[in-house]
């Protein structure tokens, strides 16, 4: 075996979405030390925001990743609108809970098909794992096309919706369009349960983490963004409480702000975190799906995270008898003005 | 990857940081053709009203320990460091304008980019005007057309993500709004966006507080 130090340090990352380098010293084949840092430049969003108007917040921050716009649009949203006291209608929260499934499609099949499945297959990117399955390349982009449609269709724009505000929208996107996506997205169903067994397949390194997880919980929905927020340790608080449970805390080699509970431990939020602790809240055949292709709740290894996020993929397809039927109805049946217009007297 | 030099480099994001003054002069020189893409590396971006701010009491307002960010104390447009060949608008740029860009760079001609106002594309689209029939405040006649027309077909004002159209007459715009009882604040905010740091919207916005 290797004595002595050794540093391996990767630069840029390429596989993930943003700018970070890591690195890693060992001493013999022991890790010493680890260092994840994000480069990306500080851009003070926080503070910019200050003596603005609260309509600005969620159009600004959606400006922090041009890939998950909606996460901020609508977290901006709903910190707005639970600061005013606005009571948000059914018809908008399903409306953006619908516009999200299409970020959430196009955001997880580049992750998990463009970015990830290379480095499981040991090919270098996905240029070459089309050369080798061009079939799952064409699927993939087939499925970002439909994510990018719905929030296209919803929101006016793919990246950087503009018809989303505080309150809802500016306006309710034409029923027809919305239906003539029913076909695309139940060939992404299909897609998405063929690829659930191709992922299967993959080798997952043997990695059993003790960690601690932590992600919403609804009262009917597999959560996206509704509901309590929960951990496998038993917490299970409002979210207007994480800042009492929860600080945030920086470290010298990265931009980014780093997290952890209150007690100073870490925790796993992300695609694994929300499967654990929402089994029970997915569909039946898409638990069962993810279980035979090996994820099953409970589950330790980060590795397998990539299951989740296809199973959280083919959830989102597999809403179909959801809507469009009685979804539409009800979006249909604030057609005209679907926001929340501001008090009169503000 | 593979070493330079490039035919065409595809450039985003600002100038905010030592590392990146050095890398846009290697990008530079590793390429032919240079083409910025988007609101930052066109105009600054969102994070250049740090430009016009106290830069040490923003990273205050953010960070629990301050003296850890190493950034430079401006957000700066790639052309005020480097030669540009081409820039696309936008934040974000159009698909369209990108393939048209690579394209035409490709067969050795001019991309054809629209250099009219967005206010033109509502006229060409037949969109009724926010301006005239809301009283909406909007940046379309001052701002440069390509997104497609977008807010205002829903309703809704222009927010000037592609930025000042070469030549608007900005200060004109912000008189009508202020006939319409548009507030200085917001004014100033509607000018102090994605594009804050243009030229002719930094100057227009200064007007009003």
Known sequence: MAEGTRVLQVDALARVEGEGRFKVRLEGNRVVESQFAIFEPPRYFEALLRGRSFRDAPDITSRICGICPIAYIVGASKAMESALGWEIPAAITDLRRLIYCGEWIQSHVLHTHLLHAPDFLGLADSLELAKVDRSLVENALAAKRTGNRLMEVIGGRSVHPVNTRVGGFFKAPPEDAVRALVPELEAGEAMSIAALERFAAFDYPDLEMDTLFVALRDDHDYPIDEGRIVSSAGLDIPVEAFAEHFEEHQVPHSNALQAATAEGGRYLVGPLARFNLNADRLPGDILAMAERAGLVPGCRNPFRSLLARRSRSSTRFARRPVWPGPMLRRIRRSWTCLYVPAPATA | ?209
Do not use: W
Not at chain 2, 190 to 200: G, H, I
């Open chain 2, 1 to 209: 990857m593979r070493p330079g030099p490039y035919d065409i480099s595809l450039v985003e994001g600002s100038i905010s940081t030592r590392e990146e003054l050095e890398r846009i002069q290697q990008v530079r020189q590793d390429s032919r053709i240079l083409v910025t893409i988007g609101a930052c590396a066109t105009a600054g971006g969102i994070q250049a009203l740090r430009n016009t701010r106290d830069h040490a009491e923003l990273k205050a307002a953010v960070y629990p320990t301050p003296s850890f960010i190493d950034a430079l104390d401006t957000s700066t447009p790639i052309a005020d460091h480097v030669h540009v060949d081409h820039e696309l608008r936008g934040c974000p740029i159009d698909k369209g304008q990108l393939l048209e860009t690579i394209a035409a760079l490709i067969a050795g001609r001019r991309p054809v980019i629209p250099d009219y106002s967005q206010c033109a594309e509502c006229k060409l689209a037949g969109t009724a005007c926010v301006m005239v029939t809301h009283g909406t405040p909007c940046l379309g006649p001052v701002t440069q057309g390509g997104c497609g027309n977008l807010c205002p077909r829903i309703g809704r004002g222009c927010y000037g993500c592609f930025g000042p159209k070469e030549g608007a007459n900005v200060r004109a715009l912000a008189d009508q709004l202020s006939t319409l009882g548009v507030d200085p604040a917001e004014i100033r905010d509607l000018l102090s966006s994605f594009t804050a740091a243009a030229p002719a919207f930094a100057e227009e916005s200064r007007r009003h507080g």
